[in-house]
Protein backbone atom coordinates (compact mmCIF):
# COMPACT_ATOMS: atom_id res chain seq x y z
CA UNK A 1 0.00 0.00 0.00
CA UNK A 2 0.82 3.20 -0.87
CA UNK A 3 0.82 6.90 1.01
CA UNK A 4 2.14 10.67 0.61
CA UNK A 5 1.60 13.56 1.97
CA UNK A 6 2.67 17.14 0.82
CA UNK A 7 2.91 20.10 3.47
CA UNK A 8 4.04 23.83 3.62
CA UNK A 9 6.44 25.11 6.76
CA UNK A 10 7.99 27.86 4.45
CA UNK A 11 9.33 29.13 0.99
CA UNK A 12 11.24 25.46 0.17
CA UNK A 13 11.53 22.35 2.46
CA UNK A 14 14.34 19.83 1.51
CA UNK A 15 16.50 17.24 3.39
CA UNK A 16 18.58 19.33 5.27
CA UNK A 17 15.24 21.18 6.75
CA UNK A 18 14.86 21.03 10.28
CA UNK A 19 11.39 21.42 9.99
CA UNK A 20 10.07 17.80 9.24
CA UNK A 21 12.42 16.42 12.44
CA UNK A 22 10.62 19.32 14.77
CA UNK A 23 6.92 18.67 13.18
CA UNK A 24 6.97 15.23 12.98
CA UNK A 25 8.94 13.28 15.68
CA UNK A 26 8.60 9.40 15.66
CA UNK A 27 5.50 10.15 18.35
CA UNK A 28 3.62 9.90 15.28
CA UNK A 29 3.80 6.00 14.17
CA UNK A 30 1.36 3.85 16.27
CA UNK A 31 1.01 0.30 16.84
CA UNK A 32 -1.85 -2.00 15.76
CA UNK A 33 -5.14 -1.28 17.94
CA UNK A 34 -3.82 1.81 19.63
CA UNK A 35 -5.26 4.24 17.15
CA UNK A 36 -4.93 8.18 18.75
CA UNK A 37 -8.07 10.00 19.98
CA UNK A 38 -6.68 13.78 17.99
CA UNK A 39 -7.99 15.90 20.45
CA UNK A 40 -6.00 18.19 19.84
CA UNK A 41 -4.98 18.11 16.38
CA UNK A 42 -3.90 21.80 14.80
CA UNK A 43 -5.50 24.04 11.87
CA UNK A 44 -3.88 23.12 8.42
CA UNK A 45 -4.16 21.83 4.94
CA UNK A 46 -1.74 19.63 3.00
CA UNK A 47 -1.99 16.16 0.45
CA UNK A 48 -1.37 12.69 0.96
CA UNK A 49 -2.33 9.52 -0.61
CA UNK A 50 -2.76 6.15 -0.06
CA UNK A 51 -2.75 2.76 -2.42
CA UNK A 52 -2.14 -0.98 -2.14
CA UNK A 53 0.47 -2.78 -3.26
CA UNK A 54 -0.48 -7.09 -4.82
CA UNK A 55 1.15 -8.32 -1.75
CA UNK A 56 2.85 -8.20 1.24
CA UNK A 57 6.29 -9.42 1.62
CA UNK A 58 7.50 -11.51 3.91
CA UNK A 59 8.83 -10.39 7.15
CA UNK A 60 7.62 -7.07 7.01
CA UNK A 61 5.60 -4.83 9.80
CA UNK A 62 6.84 -6.88 12.72
CA UNK A 63 9.05 -4.02 14.26
CA UNK A 64 7.91 -0.05 14.20
CA UNK A 65 7.81 1.58 11.05
CA UNK A 66 10.22 4.56 10.47
CA UNK A 67 9.82 7.26 8.10
CA UNK A 68 13.26 7.74 5.56
CA UNK A 69 14.33 10.43 3.47
CA UNK A 70 14.50 9.64 -0.70
CA UNK A 71 14.98 11.43 -3.50
CA UNK A 72 13.86 8.93 -6.12
CA UNK A 73 11.76 9.54 -8.16
CA UNK A 74 10.93 12.26 -6.32
CA UNK A 75 12.23 14.00 -2.94
CA UNK A 76 10.00 12.62 -0.28
CA UNK A 77 9.93 10.80 3.12
CA UNK A 78 9.05 7.24 2.56
CA UNK A 79 7.13 5.08 5.70
CA UNK A 80 8.89 1.72 5.71
CA UNK A 81 7.90 -1.01 7.77
CA UNK A 82 4.19 -1.56 6.85
CA UNK A 83 3.42 -4.85 5.90
CA UNK A 84 2.45 -4.67 2.00
CA UNK A 85 2.39 -0.86 2.29
CA UNK A 86 4.28 1.99 0.32
CA UNK A 87 3.91 5.27 1.77
CA UNK A 88 5.31 8.84 1.21
CA UNK A 89 5.45 12.45 2.07
CA UNK A 90 6.70 14.90 -0.68
CA UNK A 91 7.89 18.49 0.28
CA UNK A 92 8.05 21.79 -2.02
CA UNK A 93 10.48 20.71 -4.40
CA UNK A 94 10.32 19.01 -7.69
CA UNK A 95 7.80 20.34 -9.71
CA UNK A 96 7.23 22.53 -12.21
CA UNK A 97 5.08 25.66 -10.88
CA UNK A 98 6.53 29.32 -10.82
CA UNK A 99 6.56 31.47 -8.09
CA UNK A 100 4.72 32.01 -6.48
CA UNK A 101 3.60 28.21 -6.21
CA UNK A 102 6.98 27.37 -7.06
CA UNK A 103 7.31 24.46 -7.25
CA UNK A 104 4.96 21.37 -6.67
CA UNK A 105 1.97 23.17 -5.68
CA UNK A 106 -0.87 20.52 -6.02
CA UNK A 107 -3.74 22.75 -5.70
CA UNK A 108 -6.20 23.99 -8.46
CA UNK A 109 -7.86 26.19 -6.01
CA UNK A 110 -5.00 28.81 -6.30
CA UNK A 111 -4.07 30.75 -9.57
CA UNK A 112 -1.46 28.49 -10.35
CA UNK A 113 -1.70 26.43 -14.45
CA UNK A 114 -3.67 23.56 -14.27
CA UNK A 115 -1.15 22.27 -16.90
CA UNK A 116 1.30 22.48 -14.05
CA UNK A 117 -0.40 21.01 -11.46
CA UNK A 118 -1.43 18.11 -12.88
CA UNK A 119 1.81 18.01 -13.87
CA UNK A 120 3.02 18.13 -10.07
CA UNK A 121 0.54 15.78 -9.04
CA UNK A 122 1.80 13.10 -11.84
CA UNK A 123 5.43 13.30 -10.46
CA UNK A 124 4.29 13.38 -6.38
CA UNK A 125 2.43 10.20 -6.90
CA UNK A 126 5.10 8.51 -9.21
CA UNK A 127 6.47 6.84 -6.14
CA UNK A 128 3.48 4.35 -6.47
CA UNK A 129 4.01 3.64 -10.28
CA UNK A 130 1.02 4.33 -12.91
CA UNK A 131 -2.06 3.27 -10.65
CA UNK A 132 -4.90 5.71 -10.82
CA UNK A 133 -4.81 8.44 -8.21
CA UNK A 134 -8.46 9.41 -6.44
CA UNK A 135 -8.49 13.06 -4.59
CA UNK A 136 -10.81 13.80 -2.05
CA UNK A 137 -12.52 16.74 -2.26
CA UNK A 138 -12.08 17.93 1.57
CA UNK A 139 -14.67 20.39 3.37
CA UNK A 140 -13.41 19.43 6.82
CA UNK A 141 -16.49 17.54 7.64
CA UNK A 142 -17.11 13.61 8.50
CA UNK A 143 -17.93 11.94 5.71
CA UNK A 144 -16.45 8.63 4.11
CA UNK A 145 -16.52 7.70 0.36
CA UNK A 146 -15.40 4.30 -0.59
CA UNK A 147 -13.65 4.29 -4.03
CA UNK A 148 -11.66 2.25 -6.01
CA UNK A 149 -9.50 2.39 -9.73
CA UNK A 150 -13.23 2.54 -11.80
CA UNK A 151 -13.66 5.87 -9.25
CA UNK A 152 -13.74 8.91 -12.22
CA UNK A 153 -15.20 11.67 -10.01
CA UNK A 154 -13.69 13.01 -6.82
CA UNK A 155 -15.48 12.19 -3.48
CA UNK A 156 -16.36 15.20 -1.49
CA UNK A 157 -15.13 13.38 1.58
CA UNK A 158 -12.76 13.99 4.24
CA UNK A 159 -11.97 10.51 4.36
CA UNK A 160 -11.61 7.84 1.93
CA UNK A 161 -11.50 3.92 1.83
CA UNK A 162 -11.08 0.93 -0.69
CA UNK A 163 -10.24 -2.68 -0.72
CA UNK A 164 -8.79 -2.38 -4.05
CA UNK A 165 -4.51 -2.49 -4.62
CA UNK A 166 -5.08 -0.81 -8.11
CA UNK A 167 -6.03 2.66 -7.11
CA UNK A 168 -4.64 5.52 -4.78
CA UNK A 169 -6.74 7.18 -2.36
CA UNK A 170 -5.28 11.13 -2.34
CA UNK A 171 -5.88 13.84 0.01
CA UNK A 172 -4.41 17.24 0.19
CA UNK A 173 -3.28 19.04 3.35
CA UNK A 174 -0.55 21.44 5.04
CA UNK A 175 -1.15 22.26 8.55
CA UNK A 176 -3.81 19.30 9.13
CA UNK A 177 -2.81 15.77 10.17
CA UNK A 178 -3.51 13.02 7.86
CA UNK A 179 -3.80 9.86 9.19
CA UNK A 180 -3.58 6.83 7.40
CA UNK A 181 -5.04 3.19 8.00
CA UNK A 182 -4.14 -0.09 6.71
CA UNK A 183 -5.80 -3.92 7.84
CA UNK A 184 -2.88 -5.80 6.20
CA UNK A 185 -4.61 -8.86 7.03
CA UNK A 186 -7.57 -8.07 4.75
CA UNK A 187 -6.33 -5.40 2.07
CA UNK A 188 -8.46 -2.90 3.58
CA UNK A 189 -7.15 0.96 4.03
CA UNK A 190 -8.12 4.16 4.30
CA UNK A 191 -6.80 8.14 4.74
CA UNK A 192 -8.38 10.85 6.40
CA UNK A 193 -7.99 14.65 6.35
CA UNK A 194 -8.18 15.32 10.19
CA UNK A 195 -8.05 19.48 10.84
CA UNK A 196 -9.43 20.69 14.27
CA UNK A 197 -13.11 20.68 12.08
CA UNK A 198 -12.47 17.34 11.28
CA UNK A 199 -11.24 16.32 14.66
CA UNK A 200 -14.01 17.86 16.61
CA UNK A 201 -16.26 16.16 13.91
CA UNK A 202 -14.09 12.35 14.98
CA UNK A 203 -13.43 12.42 10.77
CA UNK A 204 -10.87 9.57 12.06
CA UNK A 205 -12.76 7.73 14.08
CA UNK A 206 -15.51 7.85 11.30
CA UNK A 207 -12.70 6.20 8.73
CA UNK A 208 -12.14 3.36 11.21
CA UNK A 209 -16.12 2.95 11.64
CA UNK A 210 -16.16 3.05 8.09
CA UNK A 211 -13.45 0.06 7.53
CA UNK A 212 -15.26 -1.67 10.61
CA UNK A 213 -18.86 -1.95 9.01
CA UNK A 214 -16.63 -3.69 5.95
CA UNK A 215 -15.32 -5.86 8.48
CA UNK A 216 -12.46 -5.11 9.52
CA UNK A 217 -11.41 -5.98 13.01
CA UNK A 218 -10.04 -2.06 14.50
CA UNK A 219 -7.68 -4.18 16.37
CA UNK A 220 -5.58 -5.12 13.56
CA UNK A 221 -5.25 -1.70 11.98
CA UNK A 222 -2.30 -0.13 11.83
CA UNK A 223 -2.00 3.55 11.56
CA UNK A 224 0.59 6.90 11.35
CA UNK A 225 -0.12 10.36 10.73
CA UNK A 226 1.66 12.42 8.44
CA UNK A 227 3.10 15.57 8.88
CA UNK A 228 0.97 18.20 10.68
CA UNK A 229 1.62 21.58 12.34
CA UNK A 230 3.45 21.85 15.71
CA UNK A 231 3.50 23.81 18.23
CA UNK A 232 7.05 25.01 17.50
CA UNK A 233 4.94 26.61 14.20
CA UNK A 234 1.81 27.78 16.06
CA UNK A 235 -0.20 29.30 19.11
CA UNK A 236 -2.04 26.67 20.69
CA UNK A 237 -3.77 26.96 23.65
Known amino acids: WLLWTRTRFGDSLGSDSQDWRRCHPGRHLIAP ?19 GRERA ?9 KWRWREDPIEHLALEGWPGLQAWMTGRRGG ?35 RPVVWGRLVHGAAVAYVDRNTTVAPVADALVTDDPGVVLAITAADCLPVFLA ?3 SGWLGIAH ?4 GTVRQVARAAVAALADRGVAPGRLWAALGVGIGPCCYEVG
Open 194 to 197: AGWR
Open 57 to 65: DDGEGEGMA
Open 183 to 185: DPE
Open 96 to 130: VSLPPFSTLNLSYRVRDLPSAVAENRRRAASPGGA
Open 33 to 51: GQLPSLRRTLRLASTATIA
